[in-house]
């Protein structure tokens, strides 16, 4: 009937459904956090009922996202591919879900205890499933199979399983198998391995210089290991790997995609790209051209293209003139079809959706449990004087791991120490002197706790230069304030401090940042009282 | 046929029927903000099955608010009342609606244009009513009736409607109108007048050292014109007026709520006790006694009792031994029953609330507009080189107005102008030296653009000391580095400032702190471009 009028508006449909849109998870444009890159509503909608086929989602709480993947749901004339990064648990995006340890966490504990670390990992991804589904996600952009054995990697770190092959491997293929028996999809990212760089690929195309023998080594096993568990998809990594393919990088590489991937790794599920959008790609090909080499090269799916109807116009451009051919979009419409045919029955989300049910609260309490280390009791103020709370972040506005009621600022505050918070943006308390670096003055009085939370990068707090904790740490220790110090997030920074601390002083870590962790750690160094229930880990 | 075991069973059902207890806003206990004061869900649970007749919510999005209110009318076995404090717009306390700004801002417009204020108030009044009524909630705890003729007043300062009492008075009027046509309750507080005093109820019990006369010349107008605008309910005052009553404090007192309110005013309506948690109450009479005695003074409904069952079984003991009379209690509960069947039938929430219609998001921005400053226009910082946007708050932690893309960043941001948060949890960069207060080394190069979030009590920011900002303008000024100057909330600071702010210096102020008074007040500057459409003030 209007095939007239639209001589290609079927193969425009066809293309459409293999796009996968960013959205915030909010209900409301005004709620939008990044609205540059968060379609609004108007367009989105426009864009689902043109046959867009997935949107990944951002922002929002859990009971939020219920109603907004209805809604989404309501407006395509297909059933969507709903998708979210939630590789700590659901509770990492979305408040009012579980929020779990990094991974990394469990692959540090699969190095003493392999047995538990596996159940925990399968347990894990259950948690993950379970919530995912219940707010009608069915897509979770999860596991990292990046083997991190390069602690300055600024993008992967604790997002990985493990620092080697096999640990990451193996605790993969365990979350894999529990994320994927709640019944919703998996996607082990990102191939080939993102786990040996030091530059961000939001940024700049890092490079893997490594010859073929070394990848089968240390970066293909995970990525082995989630195929067999049944992954359902693979991600695409943005950096450039000369052993394979001299001119491209791997996500438009159809020596990576169909080469590696398809025929040696045999996998047959859905490859989807990482967001075109970065900078790395977007930047050197163009948001159209990006999606058609993408295409070519083997993907069947188009994550965040910068632009989705140039991104259409493209694709359909290039069929039209031959560089593209038909038969791969078919396959991949196929694939994509078939995932989610192999799904349960829509529908699952509960009008009150069930958050945080016991077994995940007690899984996120083990997790926790199992992950921490405290030594020594923090000696609070004297009776009538209080002490300085040093929080140390990356930002203090909107951090979602610090709401008002966070341990990390009450238990510390009814234990006498005034909260002081140090980020990229507040006031600085650097002094310039390498020798004592903290302008004590500008802290106040009294006894300093110190509480950093730190993941990726350690030490690179603002984009300029880096903090200088050791030497801030000697300076307190040599003027008699240190009470006490804390480390959320990284490992590393961790193991680089502990070997500067004097071995009564009270210290503690957590792989964790939310607010279970915090509470856990200060009740570990002797803080906290029965109100501290907030957090939920005493009842 | 469980008399035999409860003789009283029906008595505390009754009694239950006159409590209002504060819940989060949140589904999940772990998401709630103040778990000391919300009841987990257990508890709320249990006690809407035994009869408790009122929730106040506080916290979570407005689609979060849609499903908790049906999951509280679910849990009850009566049409419950369900209210928020939404003196500024339901957006104000539940991200997603329309944030509108503080009352006093139409108060100042009514001096010049009073046709236009009354026009907007009454708008303003239809706009929370319908959002209040669309996400479930039914009575609204507003207008404020008291007069802030006080600029010291800590506690109501810009939610008063006027700073005389004609104005105030027809103003809240008019937002009542606006209110109830929508179909929910309003509430005139805090009765008899809360406007004139400079100390904290929440914390201490404040004395109006008012005649009668002054009183019927000053703070009761107001309320006898939301009276006679037909308001729905009054709320009483935590504080002593000695004139009427030496003994006891306005939300106990027979004189004012029996004598005063319903026989000299005529009030036939619901009141309701202001929280009885309050320290100025509860650390008085403790938690049982202070709810037989507002009872027994008139009161209606009994307002976050600082322990239900025990506000249940003290009432339940007064009636038993005479001290409270059992058709006080009937009356009262026929009062709230009438009120609630005057409502339209509940159930209106939809599956997805329709926030911020296009009338209401036009109304904020009109609103806005017509009670804005601004004058002069902000030179950027040379290109290649940066500046300071040194923002003052009172927490930086989980500021509701510093959403991460607050345009008051972003915008700023843009220019050229990075942040740096001064607030009472963050370093200090105070220097102590009363002539140059600012540690202007610790701010970083550059000109600064200062913008000041005030509210309450002008220059009390964190509770030790009074923060100096003439005298840091004056040092910026006169080390040529001050590029602007911006006030959200108080009109007082705006006044004082602006006498020693040089006449070509940018400036500017909007009584609003919320995304959209920012995004208005810095393009009123000359700051910002399109992709501020973050807070929808550009279309």
């Given at each position: 009937m209007s095939d007239g009028a639209a001589p290609n508006a079927g193969l425009q449909r066809l293309i459409a459904e293999l796009l996968v849109v960013r959205a915030s998870g909010h209900l409301s444009d005004l709620q939008r956090r990044y609205p540059r890159w968060e379609l609004a509503n108007s367009e989105l909608r426009a864009l689902l009922e043109a046959g867009v086929g997935g949107v990944i989602l951002l922002g929002g709480s859990a009971p939020e996202l219920a109603l907004r993947t209805r809604q989404l749901q309501s407006w395509a004339g297909q059933p969507l591919l709903l998708c979210a990064d939630v590789e700590e648990g659901v509770g990492q995006r979305f408040d009012g879900a579980s929020w779990l340890v990094p991974p990394l966490a469990l692959g540090r504990l699969h190095g003493r205890a392999p047995g538990l670390a596996l159940e925990l990992a399968e347990r894990y991804g259950r948690c993950t499933g379970r919530e995912a589904g219940a707010l009608g996600l069915n897509w979770v952009l999860a596991p990292v199979c990046d083997v991190n054995n390069n602690p300055a990697n600024p993008v992967i770190n604790v997002r990985a399983w493990g620092e080697d092959p096999a640990t990451a491997g193996a605790l993969a293929a365990a979350f894999t198998q529990g994320l994927q028996a709640e019944g919703v999809l998996g996607c082990a990212k990102h191939f080939p391995g993102h786990g040996d760089t030091d530059c961000d690929s939001h940024l700049e195309l890092p490079v893997l210089p490594h010859s073929r023998a070394r990848l089968e080594a240390v970066e293909l096993p995970p990525f082995r290991d989630a195929i067999a568990a049944g992954v359902a998809a693979v991600m695409t990594a943005h950096l450039s790997l000369p052993a394979i393919d001299r001119d491209r990088p791997a996500t438009l590489s159809a020596a990576v995609l169909s080469g590696l991937l398809r025929e040696e790794l045999g996998f047959a599920g859905l490859v989807v790209t990482d967001a075109l959008v970065m900078e790395a790609i977007a930047g050197r090909y163009g948001a159209g051209e990006a999606a058609v080499l993408a295409l070519q090269a083997g993907a069947d799916l188009v994550l965040m293209p910068a632009d989705a109807r140039l991104a259409i116009t493209a694709i359909a451009a290039a069929v039209a003139d031959g560089r593209l051919d038909r038969g791969r979009l078919d396959a991949s419409v196929e694939r994509r079809r078939a995932a989610l045919a192999g799904l349960?029955?829509?529908?699952?989300?509960?009008?009150d959706p069930c958050l945080a049910a016991a077994a995940d609260t007690d899984l996120a309490k083990h997790l926790v449990t199992a992950t921490l280390d405290a030594r020594g009791r923090v000696q609070p103020p004297p009776a009538g004087s209080s002490g300085v709370n040093l929080i140390r972040l990356d930002q203090a506005l909107q951090a979602p791991f610090l709401p008002a009621a966070a341990p990390a600022i009450t238990i510390a505050a009814e234990a006498g120490f005034r909260p002081c918070l140090l980020a990229g943006d507040t006031c600085s308390p650097w002094s310039g002197d390498p020798q004592a670096p903290l302008a004590l003055e500008r802290l106040g009085e009294g006894p300093v706790l110190v509480q950093l939370f730190v993941r990726g990068n350690p030490f690179r707090g603002d984009a300029g230069g880096r903090e200088p904790w050791p030497a801030a740490l000697r300076q307190l220790l040599g003027a008699g304030r240190l009470a006490g110090v804390v480390v959320y997030g990284s490992p590393y920074l961790w193991d680089e401090l502990q070997e500067l601390l004097p071995a009564g002083l009270p210290a503690g870590h957590s792989p964790g940042q939310m607010p279970l962790a915090q509470q856990a750690v200060l009740l570990g160094l002797g803080l906290g009282t029965a109100c501290s229930a907030a957090a939920g880990f005493t009842d």
């Open positions: 349960p029955q829509q529908g699952r989300t509960a009008a």
